[in-house]
């Protein structure tokens, strides 16, 4: 009997703290840690590459995730995709990158699909610099919740 008095306090604990804790936000979908396009970032392959941006976009990097930020460089002759952010959270950060822009990006090269992408860890612009991913690679977005406005 107390087993089961042990085991139902338990899950009616558990429930509460699912309950309490926020939904998962919608703006992050499939940029969680440890989702598949997570997985693609390897520390292994990362590189530093100047460039001066062409265009910058909102995109959808995989089926069913939420819209990203990237933006195009041009480094040495050839042009780049650079994949940001979720594009709620990058809005959060206030960063501003315009056509013209002299950028450094520091990033993990990965194929998707035909394409050769960096995924960034940091883009500075001169005037600003902002952290994508922390030392190990982790998503500085994770456990990010927008504020009410």
Do not use: C
């Not at 699912?18 to 969680?32: E, H, K, N, R």
């Not at 990237?70 to 995709?81: D, K, M, V, Y």
């Amino acid at each position: 009997m107390r087993t089961f008095q042990t085991l139902f306090v338990a899950s009616l604990l558990a429930l509460a703290a699912a309950a309490a804790a926020p939904p998962p936000d919608p703006g992050l979908a499939g940029w969680g840690r440890g989702q598949a396009y997570d997985k693609l970032y390897d520390r292994n392959l990362e590189v530093v590459v100047p460039g001066v941006v062409k265009k910058v976009e909102n995109f959808t990097p995989m089926p069913g995730m939420a819209e990203g930020v990237r933006t195009q460089i041009e480094s040495r002759g050839e042009l780049l995709w650079v994949h940001l952010a979720p594009a709620a959270w990058l809005a959060a950060q206030k960063l501003e990158l315009k056509p013209g822009d002299e950028v450094l990006v520091t990033g993990s090269y990965v194929r998707l699909g035909d394409h050769r992408v960096v995924l960034a860890a940091t883009i500075e612009d001169g005037a600003q610099q902002i952290r994508l991913r922390d030392d190990s690679g982790k998503p500085a977005w994770v456990n990010w919740h927008p504020r009410p406005a």
